[in-house]
């Protein structure tokens, strides 16, 4: 279970109350609303919409630009035989079972976890224990979940129950089956049985063209037109290894049973990196040493394995040394995620990195680690960072031909003593007419060993047979008058190889929602008051202008500051409603604007005005150059209110309604 969610406040965390908000005041809202909606589809509101900005904007910067990352843009569209390919046509899937009498369809794996953590909220309910702010939640299910009550449960049980927890994304369809039997979980609505579980394969299929014969899919991730474009991205980088390529875009996945908001939606935005790497020598970073003192808490395959959920915090140093992470690069990129996250207003305490099981792992991964946010859902994966390894290259090239690969020239040349076959081709072609080419394929491929005993049949027998499928029996002889096998030295000037790759992916939407719950607290002399503290670097909106009345004198001032704040590219709102100042500011609290101007008669006198900060109320006064300069300094990162207050002089003018927090 995860831990208890509290505010920024230490308060508990109250989910209905930032949904509510959310709605309102239209961060995002579902989409076809008045059609009756769309399960797992969501329209962003204009708050919602700069948030989502902000973020890109801040990741672009901190990878992209730091890294001089190479940025493309790739289509959505992709054929199928790409997608077949890399494997997601036959294992990009999730387990469905179904109610056979009312067809309604479950995730497996969610079914379970649901069904065991209702049980041990029945059991606590039954010995009296605390119930956990997240499980509360579970008390809506619970009326539906006709096999669970408030009934205490065995301790072996129960500890049986949380293992299988902890573990839940390691099981495949058959164990889940298997799980769903010895638990006895049913259709919670009504107690059917339902089917046991199947893969249903998670990509939306379409045909591109009007003749439908070509059949294609919406992308469920980014990263393969980035692999698609490898050779001519390492051109562009005048060959220089390593490098990465990031691209910024939607994906689609037509998941089971869309659920919790933005964090598990059928489309979403994408923000990938795919670090090329070469795989000799360990993985080295170039800028290890930067991030090696950065302290991260990880939670390890084997603690997993055991059941608990232990963190360890470790400097990334200290975990790629001990070789609890794989390599360097994956570190480096480990870290690097933390400080983006922390950047963007994440809460430190809530973020831990969990190493995926052997089984939880995609198709391709040959380490990998998640970046889980702690949200009111429980612990949420918002980043994957996985080492590919060289799959994706590796399956493309086999399939196209293209070369996928690196070529550097070495420092040495390197001799290789080789057994090499030479082939006769005036004679060849005309022996196997239009297998030539398969047969031809299949010399090539024969492996060292193979060619040192033919080279031995061939001098006994004058002839060699090899496997050639699908030409004749599947068996071929070549007659030495077509072929020679001699061990012979190849000197070799040029390496070539197919880099590995690192690859940090993140949900933009799941990190948003994270963070939104991260940001929100509620002021103490009103607890309808919802505050969303976000760092001004990422706030939808950084300024709410206020003139004190409507009053024809101001509006001039307003206009002017406007116009500042937009000149030097600070997103700014005028309010001048009749509201009272603090109602005003309040509503901005809600949308997270960091900052407020207010204009006053003192303003039309001197041309001063304060500046107040949403977090802690305070203000302080300035002429405009000062409170622009001040503005911006916050917006773009340079300093923290702190900074400001020490440098402009405070104003005690009682804001209407409004006391320190
Ligand atoms: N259905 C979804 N809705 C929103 N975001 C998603 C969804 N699926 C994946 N993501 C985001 O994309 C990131 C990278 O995708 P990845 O393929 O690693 O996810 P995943 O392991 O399939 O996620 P999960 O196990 O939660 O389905 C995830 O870390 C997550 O932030």
Known sequence: MAPEMTTLKGKAFDRASLESLMRRRMFYTPSFDIY???????????PGSALTNNIIDVWRKHFVLRENMLEVDCTMLTPHEVLKTSGHVDKFADWMCKDPKTGEIFRADHLVEEVLEA?????????????EVEEEDLKKKKKKVKNIAAVKLD???????????????????????????????????????LTPPVAFNLMFQTSIGPSSNLAGYLRPETAQGQFLNF?????????????????????????????????????????EIEHFV????????????????VELELLNRDVQLSGKADVETTTIGKAVETGLVDNETLGYFLARIQLFLLKIGIDPKKIRFRQHMANEMAHYAADCWDAELLTSFGWIECVGCADRSAYDLTVHM?????????????????????????????KFGPKFKKDGKTVEAAIEALSQDLREKLSLDLQKDGKI????????????????????????????????????????????????????EHSYWSREQDEARGVLSFPPTIAPTKVLIVPLSSHADFKPFVRKLSNKLQDIGVSNRVDDSGA??????????????PLGITIDFQSVKDNTFTLRDRDSTEQVRGGLDEICAAISDLVEGREKWADISKRLPKFEGQEEGVGPS
């Open 465 to 516: 047979t090899i496997d050639v499928p699908g030409v004749g029996e599947g068996k071929v002889e070549v007659p030495k008058e077509l072929i020679t096998i001699e061990k012979r030295t190849r000197v070799e000037n040029v390496r070539e190889y197919t880099p590995n790759v690192i690859e940090p992916s993140f949900g933009i939407g799941r990190i948003f929602y994270a963070l939104c």
């Open 119 to 131: 049980r041990i909220k029945g059991d606590k309910e039954a010995r009296g224990e605390k119930i």
């Open 580 to 593: 009272s100042i603090g109602k005003r500011y309040s509503r901005n609290d809600e949308l997270g604007t």
């Open 231 to 271: 050779a001519k991205l390492l051109e562009f980088n005048q060959q220089q290894m390593p490098f990465a390529s990031a691209s910024i875009g939607k994906s689609f996945r037509n998941e089971i049973s869309p659920r919790q908001g933005l964090l598990r939606v059928r489309e979403f935005l994408m923000a």
């Open 155 to 193: 301790d072996a049980v129960r500890d049986e129950y949380k293992e299988v927890l902890n573990k839940i994304d390691n099981y495949n369809g058959e164990e889940l089956g298997l799980l769903m039997k010895k638990y006895d979980i049913r259709n919670p609505a009504n107690n059917n049985e």
């Open 36 to 46: 009756g909606g769309v399960s797992g589809l969501y329209d962003y509101g204009p």
């Open 398 to 426: 086999k399939k196209t031909g293209a070369p996928l690969v690196v070529r550097e020239p070495r420092k040495e040349p390197l001799k290789i003593e080789e057994w090499q076959c030479d082939l006769d081709k005036k």
């Open 278 to 293: 070469d795989p000799e020598g360990g993985k080295k970073h170039p800028y290890f040493d930067e991030v090696k003192d």
